[in-house]
């Protein structure tokens, strides 16, 4: 089973800031790299595939970086409404699919 | 647009056997993966389990000996079985909508809101 592991696990960062999430996998996972939101009361979303393609509806200051065991999901100039947790989830050898830990992002 | 929207009781019992349906609207059991997942309070996701139309299953090795998963096609819906529940099974359960094309196998592109079950006497 690939671990996947989020830091940091929770990160405060002021509105118009920037945010990095990052996700380290226990062994390559090629790109095969997914991000998700969840807001609180609310299901994840698909956010990002393919490590840095944004899937329907995700703004374009969403950016995913990296390949192989290190990714980074990056949100240039965070707006309120980015207050969510992030998962990061690997999808190149499953079964198991397995997911990070999760990152909470707080707006200060 | 999918539309998946779980429904089951929200309260089981210990040693019992959790029950759950997902019904799917907007859109075929074809070409896709069904999956289970589940969040503990506080916790992060766990995936369970899928199902496919044909009825094909694979489960998380974690959960795999007391898993079901099933499909109706007839009624556009599929569903989850787990047995001999403890608290440690309490959870929002999803279900999800999972790619199982060659490149993108695995993603869950579409979510349903999520049901609480909570295992307690």
């Known amino acids: 089973e690939i671990v996947m592991t989020q830091s940091p696990a929770t990160l405060s960062v002021s509105p118009g800031e920037r945010a990095t999430l990052f996700c380290r996998a226990s062994?390559?996972?090629?790109?095969?790299l997914a991000w998700y939101q969840q807001k609180p009361g609310q299901a994840p979303r698909l956010l990002m595939y393919?490590?840095?393609t944004r899937a329907t509806a995700t703004p374009a200051r969403f950016i995913g970086s990296g390949s192989g065991t290190d990714f980074t999901l990056t949100i240039t100039s965070l707006q309120s409404e980015d207050c969510a947790v992030y998962y990061c989830?690997?999808?190149?050898?499953?079964?198991?699919?397995?997911f990070g830990q999760g990152t909470r992002l707080e707006i200060k | 647009q999918v539309h998946m929207k779980e429904s089951g009781p929200g309260l089981v019992k210990p040693s019992e056997t959790l029950s759950l349906t997902c019904q799917v609207s907007?859109?075929?059991?074809?070409?896709?993966?069904w999956s289970w997942i589940r969040q503990p309070p506080g916790k992060g996701l766990e995936w369970i389990g899928y199902?496919?139309?044909?009825?094909?299953?694979r489960y998380n090795p974690s959960l795999r000996s007391r898993v079901t998963t099933s499909a109706d096609t007839s009624k556009n819906q599929f569903s989850l079985k787990l047995i001999s529940v403890t608290a440690a099974d309490t959870a929002i359960y999803y279900c999800?909508?999972?790619?199982?094309?060659?490149?993108?196998?695995?993603?869950?592109?579409?979510w349903g809101q999520g049901i609480p079950v909570t295992v307690s006497s």
């Open positions: 999800a909508r999972t790619l199982r094309d060659y490149l993108y196998s695995g993603i869950n592109d579409s």
């Open positions: 907007g859109g075929s059991l074809n070409d896709y993966y």
């Open positions: 199902v496919d139309h044909s009825g094909n299953t």
């Open positions: 062994q390559t996972v090629g790109s095969s």
């Open positions: 393919a490590a840095s």
């Open positions: 989830q690997q999808y190149d050898n499953w079964p198991p699919i397995t």
